[in-house]
Each structure stands twice: as structure tokens, then as C-alpha cells.
């Protein structure tokens, strides 16, 4: 019987990768709750005692760990970062061009009213967050024919986004057109609502995919104690044919689409970023023991001498003296602003700042995916993973259409790649402006410019008939004059 717990042997320490950065992306709470995983104990060599002055001292340093915890200050930059470059990819719509049969996938692309475009966003958050994500064409189990009414009645298939923790193992066999995978191992939760009694139960199960003797099979079976029993292996049918001869899921990375494990392009600033928050929590530490003045005097008096002239004690304060007898002081002791743990907090911003940068920075790495040679040549981190991104949509979009038509059909998906908007100045809309009037630049390519700039997104049609609208509302026979 087959041991669905077993994981693909690089699948562990990825896992730890991937964790450090979706806790960092999600913020305070998450990475708190992980504690000593990511803020060491001080004194974590005590151990609870045998008497009761080692166990005083063992509660002591653990009373003191979760006020160093609760005071530390986790500045969340991954966050930053990604909503950021996610942000700048979908400031621009994506460029669709779907089948009719599969256009209905542009407002429901998982079968749960989720938009291609929303569900896109999610990939290309975790493509930055883990360097991997994946993509599966979900077919219904049909006669190989699927009418326009069982479509209506959502017999039609759909595309499902795992995040890279949930595929646990995956494996590839050579063929004579290459590597192809042949069996994937998907981990998949779901609440189980008693509607009667409002209890849920958390259950656990895999969704498998294999390729058995070249033909495709889905199979979902249940983890024990569940109380469900597995479902049958099922073999999903395209129209006009009898099976896929291949699995429709892809993963997709920040470099490539193969099944190799990416590097997780916001890991590094994920590792400085939780060195900033180890140094943060030592600077509130040393703030807090260190950070209020400190009274201290000098004196030639003895103790006796100095409570008699002082039998009030000592107050700080501008309505009461104190008599310290000769050659005495006054004075307040402070720390600096200027401790270490604080220089090194302000090193790592600069250290993030920069990480940050490099993921839209240029560079000379091609994706084996990118089919435009002019986006190959010179791309950056960010470039290079929403290349990656759109061919994989385009693939997956394919092999929902085949399923839908017995022949392959053309699907472009491509998402924006200009990620920040030009500028457009004055200066130079008048030189553009210069260009036209004398016939030296077309207005379909001054249009281009404008829409390029974000100015507008009107197409060359339209921003003609805006124009026309806008003189026809204008009286031009008469001279303007003032009132």
C-alpha cells in the first residue's frame, strides 16, 4: 500500500525556506509565534532545576524572554516588497486571448468565482515568495463529449493554484521529447461543518496524479482516521479522445518552469529582515534597562552624615536640594542613541533597501520558457518570474481548451511587464505633439506613448472619437475674448 506521507527527498529544507518567508510576509504575529525559532532565548543554557534556586532562575530568564519577545519590532519589509512588485505587475490589465470555449475562465478560473486576474495575482505573490508555484488543469470526468448545457452546469474544467508546500512530491520519467512528470503527490485541507452541531473537523488528503502507462489518472484518497474513503482512480477524457497522454500541471518558478526547485527571489531580504528584528529586539532591551536617566552622586560624606542632612532621602527634582558636603556632585547618567544593536538595525534597512532594488534591476539571465527574445536578453528577478507566470498560464489554459475541443487551440495570456510608469513630461509631449503636426512620428505611435505612460488606456479609435467629441463641443468661429 502506498505511504502518501512520504515526501520528495528536496521537499524538507525547501520547506524551511519557504516558511521563513511566508511567516516574514505575513507579518508581526507570525514570526512572534514562532519565538525562539527566530529570537534566540538569552541564557538558553539554563535548564529547569533540581533545587529551587536553579528553578528560580530558570523562571526568571524565561519571564524575561517574553518581555524581550513582547518588545521586540518586527518592521515588516517583505510584505513591503511583495505587495509592491505584485502591485506594479497588475497595474496594467493582462493581455487575454482565450478560446470561446474556455473564456469563461476569465471570471471563474478555480470553479469558486475567482478571476483569472485575481488568481494570477496569487501566483506571482508566491513565485516571489517561495520561487515556485503550480498550476493544474482540473478536468471533470465525462463520455469525451461535454455539451453547452453541462457546461452551464459546471461540468467544465477548471485551474487550481497550489502553493509550493502543498505539492510534497513529484517525480520525472525521460521520453523520447524529454523529461515529463509522471507522478505528482498534492497535499490539499479542508474544514468538515457539522451543520448540526457547528462542529468542524480539519481533514487532511492527497490528490495524485499519475501517468500510468501513458495515460493519465487523478486519484484523491484520505488521510487514516478521516473516516472517508479513498475515491476511485479516475481517467479524465478530451473531446473526441479516449485519455491525455500526459499530466496537465505545471509548475512554475522564478527561473524556469521545470520541476527543479527555484530560489525564493525574497528569501535573502527575508533572512535580513529577521536579523533586524533580532537586533531590534536587543536595542528595546538595552532602551528599556539602560534608557532612563540614572541619578548618581559623589561625596566625601559618610552614610550617617549624608541621612542626616538629608532625612528626607533623595527625589529628583527642581523644588528640593540636597546638601552633599564638600567636593560632592550631581549627575544623570543616560545611555547613547548611538548603541550598537541601533547601527546595526540601520545597516540592515540599507542591506533591505538594496535586496529589495535588485528584484527589478536588470540582468542578463534568460528564462527557458521566454519565447520574446527582446524581454530574454535584458530582464530582471521580477521580469524574469511574470515571463514565467504567463507561459504557464498559457499552457494550462491550452489543456483546458483541448479538454473542450478535440484540436488544439491558440491562448495568449500575457502579463504587464512595464512595471513602472513613464515619464511624460511637458517638454516632452510638446516635442511628441512637434512630431505629428509636421508628419515626422505617426499618431498611432504618439497614442502608443500616452498609453505606455498610463496617460490613458483608451485605444487609437477611441481617443479619436474623444477628440472629434471635444471639437465638436467647441466653438472655434469666433474669437476667444474676456468677459
Excluded at 481533514?203 to 489518472?217: H, I, N, P, Q, S
Aim: glycine letters at 8%.
Amino acid at each position: 500500500m502506498e505511504n502518501y506521507t512520504e515526501t520528495n527527498p528536496l521537499y524538507p529544507d525547501a520547506l524551511e525556506r519557504w516558511q521563513l518567508v511566508e511567516d516574514c510576509v505575513k507579518g508581526s504575529q507570525a514570526v512572534k509565534k514562532r519565538k525562539q525559532e527566530y529570537l534566540p532565548k538569552p541564557n538558553d543554557d539554563l535548564e529547569q532545576g533540581q533545587t529551587a534556586e536553579s528553578q528560580a532562575e530558570y523562571d526568571s530568564n524565561s519571564a524575561r524572554y517574553s518581555q524581550y519577545l513582547l518588545r521586540a519590532m518586527f518592521y515588516n519589509t517583505c510584505y513591503r516588497t511583495e505587495s509592491g512588485l505584485v502591485g506594479s505587475v497588475f497595474r496594467k490589465r493582462p493581455m487575454a486571448e482565450l478560446p470561446s470555449d474556455v473564456d469563461y475562465l476569465l471570471d471563474n478560473a478555480d470553479g469558486s468565482g475567482l478571476t483569472l486576474t485575481q488568481q494570477a495575482q496569487y501566483v506571482v505573490s508566491e513565485v516571489l515568495k517561495k520561487g515556485r508555484v503550480a498550476l493544474l488543469a482540473d478536468m471533470p470526468v465525462t463520455d469525451g463529449d461535454v455539451s453547452r448545457a453541462q457546461m452551464q452546469a459546471g461540468v467544465s474544467p477548471n485551474i487550481i493554484a497550489y502553493d509550493a508546500k502543498s505539492v510534497v512530491d513529484w517525480n520525472e520519467c525521460a521520453t523520447p521529447t524529454g523529461c515529463k512528470l509522471n507522478y505528482v503527490k498534492i497535499e490539499e485541507f479542508y474544514q468538515d461543518l457539522d451543520i448540526d452541531t457547528g462542529d468542524r473537523t480539519e481533514v487532511k488528503r492527497w490528490r495524485v496524479l499519475r501517468l500510468r502507462d501513458g495515460v493519465y489518472t487523478s486519484q484523491i484518497t484520505y488521510q487514516d482516521g478521516a473516516g472517508k474513503a479513498d475515491e476511485e482512480e479516475i481517467v479524465p477524457r478530451p473531446k473526441g479522445g479516449t485519455h491525455f497522454d500526459f499530466i496537465p500541471f505545471i509548475f512554475c518558478g522564478s527561473r524556469n518552469n521545470s520541476s527543479d526547485i527555484d530560489p525564493a527571489p525574497l528569501y535573502d531580504l527575508a533572512e535580513v529582515n529577521i536579523g533586524h528584528y533580532r537586533n531590534s529586539a536587543d536595542n528595546e532591551e538595552a532602551s528599556f534597562i539602560c534608557g532612563q536617566p540614572t541619578l548618581a552622586m559623589t561625596s566625601d560624606m559618610s552614610s550617617d552624615e549624608f541621612a542626616t542632612a538629608n532625612p528626607n532621602g533623595v527625589v529628583i527634582g527642581s523644588r528640593r536640594g540636597h546638601f552633599l558636603g564638600a567636593g560632592g556632585n550631581m549627575f544623570l547618567v543616560q545611555a547613547e542613541s548611538t548603541g550598537l544593536p541601533r547601527q546595526l538595525m540601520l545597516d540592515k534597512q540599507d542591506q533591505m533597501l538594496s535586496l529589495g532594488a535588485q528584484l527589478v534591476t536588470p540582468n542578463t539571465q534568460q528564462t527557458a520558457t521566454a519565447t520574446n527574445a527582446d524581454t530574454a536578453n535584458t530582464t530582471s528577478v521580477l521580469g524574469l518570474a511574470v515571463g514565467n507566470v504567463s507561459a504557464a498560464y498559457e499552457k494550462v489554459i491550452g489543456w483546458a481548451a483541448m479538454f473542450l475541443s478535440s484540436a488544439e487551440q491558440e491562448v495568449k495570456y500575457k502579463l504587464n511587464q512595464d512595471f513602472f510608469p513613464d515619464t511624460f513630461d511637458a517638454q516632452e509631449v510638446t516635442a511628441w505633439m512637434a512630431g505629428v503636426q509636421g508628419g515626422l512620428i505617426p499618431k498611432s505611435a504618439f497614442n502608443n506613448k500616452m498609453r505606455e505612460a498610463g496617460v490613458t488606456q483608451l485605444d487609437d479609435d477611441e481617443i479619436q472619437a474623444e477628440v472629434e467629441l471635444l471639437s465638436d463641443n467647441l466653438d472655434l468661429s469666433e474669437p476667444v475674448t474676456d468677459a
